[in-house]
């Protein structure tokens, strides 16, 4: 206890101005909600202080927490949502961007959230449910009728820290909609206990946000280990260790007709990719005739992505882009994507492949013609003959360190 204490404490002293307010919550105890007391503490303490949450918290309220100027958020203990489908899909707050919804809306100006702690978002019987259900929106997100919540948000928020943190049992995914934000030394585990997948796990979505540094991190989940989505720019990450994941992505993209949908400087290091399905990867919707589509024909561009330092270990595809992602085949060919992708670049992607697509290693498939595409450094090999490397309309297969082979079909995955 002793030792707890002066942990605590010498947190503390690191924080904020020995003047600064320190709001501590203590915890109801008995499986009462501690929501309210929570938000309580972040009213009383929004400006130039310290909320501490050093205790086992059960929260069953929303947590909304906005307003936040020059704050630090010493969590220690474990924040941990009530698994309550039918209260959360309601209650968690709507960010509309394939309807997600989150438990914790955290908002403001310099913020710093550490400590050691645990957010556990109970994702079970979310994985569960879903199972039975297959209840979502467009390309995996959630429903209006049954929100599977992001355990944190750090939603129109300016120059935050997220560090030294364990998310565990995310029903969804993370985004946030935020400038100058970086996280370090993130541990993230979402698995099932159960027959059923954690799926839509993602580790981080990055939503109309720029200058996001991720560093440092782990992830073992059963969806993107990061993932761009529109209207990211200027991202780094690096120093990262993913596990059962699709990959590192850039999209989904282009899903809403009459949306221009952006990711530009995006720079990917040092990654470790182990038994996922993709490792380096661009994913976006074709085409669609339809003015109101929710399936695909938006605009927009994908430029200035680099892929650098790849190790990957029973990977299905390590490298891919494919600008028919969930459209027909059919639908792709006569529509071809509106949305461009040039200047993207693969640089030192080795490792293995796991052997499920044969013996592709790379598929590069664009619907209308990718300029700037270039690879060096590749050694990839399949665990079973020569590696295959698949290309479609890309302008600038010269500038690939490998021999191209035309698909024998689309992919739409």
Aim: include cysteine; hydrophobic fraction near 35%; charged fraction near 10%.
């Amino acid at each position: 206890m002793l030792t707890a204490i002066l942990l605590i404490a010498s947190l503390l002293a690191c924080s904020r101005a020995s003047d600064a307010k320190v709001c501590a919550v203590t915890p109801l105890g008995g499986g009462q909600d501690d929501g309210p007391n929570i938000n309580a503490a972040f009213q009383d303490c929004a400006q130039n202080a310290t909320v501490v949450l050093d205790q086992y918290y059960v929260v069953d309220t929303l947590l909304f927490t906005t307003g936040l100027s020059d704050v630090d958020v010493l969590l220690s203990g474990t924040v941990q949502y009530t698994p309550d489908i039918a209260k959360w899909s309601p209650q968690s707050y709507y960010m509309t961007f394939q309807n997600a919804t989150t438990f914790w809306f955290l908002s403001g100006n310099n913020i710093h959230v550490y400590g050691g702690g645990t957010i556990d978002g109970n994702g079970q019987v979310w994985y569960d449910t879903f199972n039975i259900t297959k209840n979502a929106g467009t390309a995996g997100g959630s429903s209006r009728t049954f929100a599977r919540p992001v355990p944190l948000t750090v939603g129109n928020a300016t120059n935050v820290v997220v560090e030294n943190i364990t998310e565990i049992f995310s029903p969804f995914w993370f985004v946030f909609q935020s400038t100058n934000v970086t996280y370090r030394n993130i541990h993230i585990n979402s698995y099932s206990y159960s027959s059923s997948p954690a799926v839509n796990t993602d580790g981080w979505d990055i939503y109309r946000s720029s200058y996001v540094t991720i560093e440092d991190s782990v992830v073992n989940n059963d969806d993107d280990c990061v993932s761009f989505k529109p209207n990211s720019t200027d991202i780094a990450v690096s120093n990262m260790w993913c596990n059962g994941s699709h990959g590192v992505s850039v999209g989904s993209l282009g899903q809403y007709a009459g949306e221009t949908d952006i990711v530009a400087n995006v720079y990917v290091r040092n990654i470790t990719m182990l038994n996922a399905e993709y490792g380096a990867r661009i994913k976006v919707f074709g085409g669609n005739p339809s003015p109101n589509s929710t399936v695909g024909g938006g605009t927009g561009y994908v430029k200035n992505i680099t892929f650098q330092d790849y190790v990957v270990k029973n990977v299905e595809t390590p490298m891919y882009i494919n600008q028919c992602y969930s459209t027909d085949a059919d639908i792709c060919a006569q529509y071809p994507s509106p949305l461009n992708i040039s200047d993207v670049h693969y640089i030192n992607i080795t490792g293995t492949s796991s052997g499920r697509e044969g013996s592709v290693v790379v598929d590069l498939e664009c619907s209308a013609e990718c300029q700037d595409i270039t690879a060096v450094g590749t050694a990839l090999s399949p665990p079973n003959g020569t590696a295959t490397y698949v290309c479609a309309n890309i302008a600038s297969v010269s500038q690939l360190d490998f021999n191209c082979t035309a698909p024998s079909n689309s992919s739409s995955t």
